[in-house]
């Protein structure tokens, strides 16, 4: 661990068994915050947090799935019960969604993914604002957006998730309300916004050349898919003080997609 600019930090990651929460942990822990971490899954939660400790971190592991509002209010009281408050809250905890065109989504399936993408982000916030406000001195929220907050998927690419889109679309929403409802408190919230990232999820897809991946990286400007590097720089910038002015925005990180 060499960098400073979260240094003193609390900062809890959802979703952080894997993918870019692991990244995003590591990432802070990098920086210098005491980092608690959330999913469901408790023994890659437990393998995530063992080896930031071992690169010399802070970092805890709590078991919770986001859509229980009782799990929620849970676990931030364990993470206060441990590391003695709340600065820093990514909520970065989601699922994918089934590909259907919107007539075609089964009830079930868009319940399932409602539940955790957007219930779930607003069971986070609400019980994390709580706590910043009960210990005051404000705070930064993080919600994980994406590119299809902002747009659709285009129908060339072979490929819908209305569902998914609407969770994204409704998260925008979310981050703008508490950034207005709880700014005099000094409590930022952002979304954070990348178009597709080379992830172990999307790898089958990029291994197939899908037409949703080559067209998007066709579409944009810089050619290429965004890195979990570059989610994880966004992500450390909007939790740090170098963004303390920054607050009810989507930081988008999409190469120029949304440029066009």
């Not at 206060?80 to 079930?108: C, F, P, S, T």
Request: hydrophobic share 45%; glycine share 12%; charged share 20%.
């Amino acid at each position: 661990m060499t960098g400073s600019r979260l240094a003193g930090k609390v900062a809890l990651v959802t979703g952080a068994s894997s993918g870019l929460g692991e990244a995003i942990a590591h990432g802070y822990a990098a920086e210098g915050a005491m980092v608690a971490l959330c999913g469901r899954r408790a023994s890659e939660g437990e393998t995530v947090a063992a080896k930031i400790r071992s690169e010399g971190g802070d970092a805890a592991f709590f078991t919770c799935d986001v859509a229980e509002s009782g799990q929620v209010e849970a676990l931030v009281a364990a993470v206060v019960a441990r590391y003695g408050r709340l600065d820093i809250a990514m909520n970065n905890a989601g699922v994918g969604a089934a590909g259907a065109k919107l007539a075609e989504i089964a009830d079930e399936e868009f319940d399932r993914v409602l539940a955790t993408n957007l219930r779930g982000v607003w069971l986070c916030m609400k019980h994390e604002i709580r706590q910043l406000l009960r210990q005051k001195g404000g705070g930064s929220i993080i919600n994980m957006g994406s590119v299809l907050g902002h747009v659709s998927i285009s129908p060339k690419s072979e490929y819908s998730v209305a569902h998914y889109v609407a969770a994204k679309h409704a998260i925008e929403g979310l981050t703008r309300t508490g950034a207005a409802d709880y700014g005099q408190q000094g409590i930022r919230v952002n979304t954070l916004a990348p178009g597709i990232v080379a992830t172990a999820i999307s790898d089958q897809l990029i291994t197939d050349e899908a037409p949703l991946i080559s067209r998007w990286r066709d579409r944009t400007p810089l050619n290429r898919l965004a890195s979990v590097a570059d989610v994880v720089g966004a992500a450390v910038f909007l939790a740090s003080d170098e963004a303390k002015y920054i607050s009810g925005t989507s930081l988008v990180v999409d190469g120029g997609y949304l440029a066009q």
